[in-house]
């Protein structure tokens, strides 16, 4: 309890920046916030509804992990507010999920979507990687179609991420470019042919998540609790917030590190170019501050070589561009 209520003050220390704002969207992640106890989580939105002005149709993402809940505590946050769950199954392969380090198998994976469909969950999302090292065709489009079996509402769908200081970092999984490209397109085809529309890269879904437009869409949010980040637009500046990643370091400390944000541009069309529909010309001015015309030679060049789609009101990547991405990217860096 003494971590929620840190969490709390945190919120309270930077309620500064948001004063004013109807609050969109909340996402609870950051590693397994459905391990918290039902007396915890009434605590903690408790303080959320006293703090901030929640807009009617908030969306209230929790992230779960496969094994760490029940109906019953489904039940109970539902009760609490939370409209959407986000389930790291990652893949329905337990040889794939040993090798993650993941202690949920695939049964529980399903076992934990049902449980939560069964209390009336209906915005969920599926996580799902592909790219394990040995992993054949197959197998990626096997996870994808047993996803697509138990009727989420988005599915998340990317190659595995290699962090740094990690034990893939330090043995990469073995597969080739060829394949990685094979199993996301076959992947890409099957969800589009149940009905799955993709919005974003990674994302697919038949309800596009708020807080996931926000982010892309170079959004405000504030990031609370250990490991946190946020993004706040304040007097003309754009700050980057960020706590201690150490949940003892932020409950003792509770001291955010904040930096002004140098490249707008960049980090703008680094975000926003990751969404398929692209977005409208003003939104780059409302967001970062500067007009069309200081990004225009970039802009000009990408459609010169076919990887941006423009006209007078919207910013696209070509097809060309959205599969190139970071060939589109690297323009405005």
Not at 139 to 147: G, I
């Amino acid at each position: 309890m003494a971590y929620i209520q840190a969490v709390l003050a945190d919120l309270k220390n930077q309620l500064h920046w948001v004063q004013g704002r109807e609050i969109q969207t909340i996402f609870i992640g950051g590693g397994t916030p459905s391990l918290c106890s039902i007396e915890a989580m009434e605590v903690l939105f408790a303080g959320l509804r006293k703090t901030l002005d929640f807009a009617d149709d908030i969306e209230i993402t929790l992230e779960a992990n496969p094994g760490a809940s029940d109906r019953e505590k489904f039940s109970a946050l539902k009760k609490l507010g939370v409209n959407r769950l986000s389930i790291g199954v990652q893949s329905f392969n337990d040889g794939y999920l040993q090798n993650l380090g993941r202690i949920h198998s695939s049964q529980q994976a399903i076992e934990t979507l049902k449980q939560a469909q069964v209390v009336g969950f209906d915005n969920i999302n599926i996580d799902l990687m592909f790219g394990f090292e040995g992993q054949s065709i197959d197998e990626c489009l096997y996870d994808v179609k047993q996803a697509i079996a138990l009727s989420p509402a988005h599915i998340s769908f990317y190659q595995l991420t290699i962090e740094p200081n990690t034990f893939f970092a330090k043995h990469p999984p073995k597969l080739s470019q060829e394949n990685a490209w094979e199993m996301q397109e076959q992947g890409q085809l099957l969800l589009e042919q149940a009905g799955f529309i993709q919005y974003e890269v990674s994302a697919f879904s038949q309800r596009p998540a708020k807080h996931n437009l926000n982010y892309w869409q170079f959004g405000d949010y504030l990031g609370i609790g250990a490991g946190a980040h946020g993004k706040i637009t304040t007097e003309g500046k754009i700050l980057r917030t960020l706590q201690s990643k150490s949940p003892k370091d932020f409950t003792q400390n509770n001291q955010n590190k904040i930096t002004a944000v140098k490249q707008l541009s960049f980090e703008f069309m680094l975000n926003a170019l990751r969404l398929k529909a692209g977005f409208e010309s003003d939104l780059f001015t409302q967001r970062t501050g500067q007009s069309i015309p200081t990004i225009q030679q970039q802009l000009n060049k990408a459609q010169a070589l076919g990887l941006l789609e423009l006209n007078d009101k919207r910013i696209q990547p070509s097809e060309k561009g959205f599969n190139f991405l970071n060939d589109l990217q690297v323009i405005f860096l």
